[in-house]
């Protein structure tokens, strides 16, 4: 079952453009060649829109900024923690083909677990505590410590106690769409 910000983006777009929604699970490599090619129409899954993706697709608006935040276990020694120095030692990763994964090294003395493919599995991997947490955009962050109580996340804020987020469409989210689309406009209209 699909939900949270992305899904209501969605069922709002597709009620304005008078289309029926259609939800897919696809990985996120194959988002940007699936609207090039036609098997989709959009993009809603919390994607920035970043120089190198607008090569190959437009973006509309954005429909959210986020901040950059860090989730644990409850039970972890950086349940307290309040910056990005409190979370010194811990092992943290991100979601591979992500800005996440780059601004990891931002926390001092951490250790910097190799990138892994999707939210499910670090999910996992922190409730088995093979890491001691995860970087997510908070909206992210929030709908995944409502589904498992063992977890709450660090309330970091972008360049005041969080990562330094030079270039804000690396945490800019907007919709994907193929370049030259006819659908830009509504979209558009409808985020306004």
């Given at each position: 079952?699909?939900?949270g910000?992305?899904?209501?983006?969605?069922?709002?777009?597709?009620e304005?453009?008078d289309?029926d929604l259609e939800?897919?699970?696809?990985?996120?490599?194959?988002?940007i060649?699936?609207v090039?090619?036609?098997a989709?129409?959009?993009?809603?899954?919390?994607m920035?829109p970043?120089?190198?993706?607008k090569q190959s697709?437009d973006f509309t608006?954005p429909?959210?900024?986020?901040?950059l935040?860090?989730?644990?276990?409850?039970d972890s020694?950086?349940?307290?923690?309040?910056?990005?120095?409190?979370?010194?030692?811990?092992?943290?990763?991100?979601?591979a083909?992500?800005?996440?994964?780059?601004?990891?090294?931002q926390i001092?003395?951490?250790?910097?677990?190799t990138?892994?493919?999707?939210?499910?599995?670090?999910?996992?991997?922190l409730n088995s505590k093979?890491v001691?947490?995860?970087?997510a955009?908070?909206p992210?962050?929030?709908?995944?410590c409502?589904g498992n109580?063992?977890?709450?996340?660090?309330?970091l804020?972008n360049?005041?106690n969080?990562f330094?987020v030079?270039?804000?469409?690396n945490v800019t989210?907007?919709?994907?769409v193929k370049?030259g689309?006819a659908?830009?406009?509504t979209?558009n209209q409808?985020?306004?």
């Open positions: 079952f699909a939900n910000y992305d899904v209501k983006i969605a069922k709002l777009i597709a304005e453009l289309m939800i897919y699970a696809y990985e996120w490599d194959n988002l060649p699936a090039q090619s036609g989709l129409d959009l993009i809603i899954a919390g920035s970043t120089d190198e993706r697709i608006d429909y959210y900024e986020s901040n935040v860090v989730v644990v276990r409850k020694v950086y349940a307290g923690a309040n910056s990005l120095a409190d979370l010194s030692g811990a092992r943290i990763v991100a979601q083909a992500t800005f996440h994964d780059s601004v990891v090294d001092p003395g951490v250790q910097h677990v990138a892994m493919e999707d939210f499910p599995t670090m999910l996992t991997a093979a001691d947490g995860y970087i955009e908070e992210g962050a929030i709908a995944d409502n109580s063992a977890f709450k996340y660090i309330a804020v360049n005041q969080g330094t030079e270039d804000l469409t989210l907007a919709i994907g370049k689309s659908l830009m406009e979209i409808t985020i306004d």
